[in-house]
């Protein structure tokens, strides 16, 4: 056990942080995403494992065509854009379950990017293309300002739109779809909506971490829910915890990426213990489990008669205080 522990070299650790933080940001984007779908719309959409590997073969593919990093960023939105489109159709127009139209998609998703790309994986050619970020460590703090710029403009522009008519009718859709068609919403119209600019957010965070690492892969996506469903989860047991019942709208967008960062600590922390790679995946359904859990178990505690009693002695001890 000592010799473990000597083995920790605490620099490396301080050094991987950086690393850590703009991932989280790059993330971040792609919780946000997961929020539209998951808080806002409760919408079960699986569609993001493919539409975030969309985002990312687009982008390769389009750097590898000379393209400048702005178009290539929008045209990877846009894409993200088509792929929730799809979604939504199969859903609204076909009438299938939301969890199997997401499943469809992604699966169908799979076999899209292996076209776009022409193989598993591109690469990026180090040196010969411009991109807005990277994880060089001469140009990471360069990354990490400009990720967090995008960040807050896109929560920006979400708490803006959902501010909006169609804002509104995507959120009433989410709560009660049966009142809101009563009220004239055409609830499948926000459906479409809310899953295209979801999955389009999805994807622009493909690509933003395809120019961050220097290669898009296939599988690049592969459980991306969970880790977006993790973002949003400890984001907001952490807002709760800290802030309360001050906490606003703005602020749950806001801790929904610091949820990604969190996320993306525990990960580097957990690396830097030297947990196996393999078992990263086993890990973050622990955790997501753990946070899934909390406000349950939370209510439970203060709805249950054991809870009640210890509010009623609190109560009976102040009173005799008087």
């Known amino acids: 056990m000592a010799a473990y522990f000597a083995s920790l070299n605490p620099q490396a650790l301080w050094n991987a942080a950086p690393g850590g933080l703009a991932q989280g940001l790059i993330w971040g984007i792609m919780a946000l995403g997961v929020y539209l779908t998951f808080r806002i719309l409760n919408f079960a ?42 979604t939504g159709i199969l ?8 969890i199997l139209a997401g499943i469809l998609t992604q699966i169908s998703l799979y076999s899209i990017n292996l076209n776009i790309m022409g193989k598993a994986n591109q690469a990026v050619p180090a040196g010969q293309v411009t991109v ?7 140009y990471l703090g360069q990354t990490i300002a400009l990720t967090l710029i995008v960040d807050v403009v896109i929560v920006g522009v979400i708490y803006w739109f959902l501010g909006t008519e169609i804002g509104s009718a ?25 899953l295209s600019v979801s999955n389009g957010l999805i994807a622009l965070s493909g690509g933003i971490l395809t120019e961050y690492q220097g290669f898009a892969d296939v599988k690049m996506g592969q459980g991306s829910i969970v880790i977006g469903l993790a973002a949003v989860i400890i984001g907001e047991v952490l807002a709760e915890a800290i802030l309360g019942k001050r906490l606003g709208f703005v602020l749950r967008l806001a801790f929904t990426v610091i949820g990604a960062i969190v996320y993306y600590f525990v990960y580097v922390f957990v690396l830097w213990l030297k947990f196996p790679a393999d078992d990263m995946k086993l890990l973050t359904a622990i955790v997501v489990a753990i946070f899934l859990a909390v406000p349950y178990l939370k209510q439970i ?6 809870g009640l009693a210890r509010r009623n002695a609190k109560l009976a001890s102040k009173k005799e205080e008087k």
Do not use: Y
Not at 91 to 98: E, F, K, Y
Not at 132 to 138: L, P
Not at 175 to 194: D, E, F, P, Y
């Open 45 to 86: 959409d699986m569609t993001c494992d493919g539409s975030f590997a969309l985002g990312g073969a687009t982008a390769v593919m389009l750097i590898l065509a000379g393209w400048s990093p702005e178009a290539v960023l929008l045209i990877s939105f846009l894409c993200g854009l088509l792929a929730g489109l799809v």
């Open 91 to 98: 859903h609204t127009v076909l009438g299938i379950p939301d």
């Open 132 to 138: 807005h970020f990277t994880s060089n460590i001469r």
């Open 170 to 194: 995507i959120r009433a859709t989410g709560i009660n779809q049966n009142m809101s068609r009563a009220q004239g919403i055409n609830t499948n119209l926000m459906k479409v909506i809310a």
């Open 301 to 306: 505690r203060t709805s249950s008669f054991r």
